[in-house]
């Protein structure tokens, strides 16, 4: 690893902080480092609050540095007037002569400028150190300005025979498979998605909150299919200061004003359209926690880019089987008695 690598890791280091909290904003992470010593550092923290460069610079104690020091940052600097001031002009402002970048910014505001604005200033720009690693760190962001949908993870847990429910319930509602250390891991993740799906038959099945209890993070936006408008207001999904989002045939009001209603139509391109919404709600993520048929929609849709599957020990002998689904298996890994393995999307 060279040096520019080495203070490029730590840019990604800082930058994993923010996962959960910039939303819609991507992950950035900077330092300033002057004669091989880093003298400031910092990461975007949350929308609407100074981006990485501001922070990394405003860390620096002795400001006269900063004309004899390099500035590392694992996405461009921003160029344009958002909530906060452009980036690319606070380096220019501070005389840093030296700027290395991760990955270019493809946000259609950025997308180059910063670079261009920094090198007309006459800064020396050196670009793509550590390009595939940034590029998947803002993953999920990525995705959402390229392909115009959120970046879609599949979860769900299977028993050792291969099931995700037996066929009765009876009076355990909901049945767990896993055990309490990955529901625990579970909710870590919510709290690092935008939002969290599921369809009709688990809200029925088992109530779920859909929150994060087990993890200090933000809650996700819900969104909840419901084709026929079959559920009460009473069930746990309605009852939150978190947005949901109701995705349905038919419009519905609401008594919580953080409930709304969108509509699709069920008969056709299901997972293409709840898309399409999720991005109107300028929503960059999402986890599919089921049901089957839910989970199933998607990946015949071919629209997933991660699967999280949990392999409890437990066996059922019969009931809802899990989906069916071929990708790349990236990890697999125990969670005490649990098998955790990711998988990727085909290429």
């Given at each position: 690893m060279n040096t520019h690598e080495k203070y490029l890791k730590r840019c990604l280091e800082l930058a994993q902080n923010g996962l959960g909290t910039t939303y819609p904003n991507p992950l950035v992470g900077s330092v300033v480092?002057?004669?091989?010593?880093?003298?400031?550092?910092?990461w975007h923290q949350k929308s609407g609050a100074p981006h990485a460069e501001v922070n990394a610079i405003a860390s620096v104690k002795?400001?006269?540095?900063?004309?004899?020091?390099?500035?590392?940052?694992?996405?461009?600097?921003?160029?344009?007037?958002?909530?906060?001031?452009?980036?690319?002009?606070l380096i220019i402002k501070n005389k840093i002569p030296n700027v290395v970048i991760g990955a270019v910014d493809y946000h259609e505001k950025v997308a180059g400028k910063g670079i261009q604005k920094?090198?007309?200033?006459?800064?020396?720009?050196?670009?793509?150190v550590l390009n595939k690693e940034s590029i998947e760190l803002n993953r999920r962001f990525f995705?959402?300005?390229?392909?115009?949908?959120?970046y879609i993870i599949l979860k769900w847990a299977e028993s050792k025979d291969g099931f995700i429910a037996p066929t009765h319930k009876q009076e355990q509602k909901p049945v767990w498979i896993t055990n309490s250390i990955s529901r625990q891991l579970v909710h870590k993740w919510r709290s690092e998605e935008h939002a969290i799906l599921v369809g009709t038959q688990t809200v029925i099945d088992d109530n779920p909150s859909l929150n994060v209890r087990n993890w200090k993070g933000n809650h996700p936006i819900k969104v909840v299919l419901d084709r026929q408008n079959k559920?009460?207001?009473d069930l746990s999904v309605f009852n939150s200061t978190q947005k949901t989002i109701v995705i349905t045939e038919s419009t519905k009001n609401f008594k919580n004003a953080n409930c709304v209603s969108e509509t699709i139509d069920f008969t056709k391109n299901v997972a293409q359209q709840i898309c399409e919404t999720l991005f109107k709600h300028q929503i960059q993520s999402v986890i599919i926690e089921g049901g089957a048929q839910t989970l199933q929609t998607f990946i015949d849709a071919k629209l997933w880019d991660e699967a999280r599957i949990f392999k409890g020990s437990i066996?059922?002998?019969?009931?809802?089987?899990a989906p069916s689904f071929s990708g790349n298996l990236i990890t697999e890994?125990?969670?005490?008695?649990?098998t955790l393995s990711i998988h990727l999307q085909h290429d």
């Open positions: 480092v002057y004669e091989n010593q880093i003298i400031g550092e910092g002795n400001k006269a540095l900063l004309q004899k020091s390099t500035i590392y940052v694992s996405l461009e600097p921003c160029s344009h007037y958002g909530k906060t001031p452009p980036c690319a002009d920094l090198k007309e200033a006459g800064i020396n720009v050196i670009l793509d995705t959402f300005h390229q392909k115009k949908r959120p559920l009460s207001e066996s059922f002998e019969n009931g809802v089987k890994q125990h969670v005490l008695n649990d």
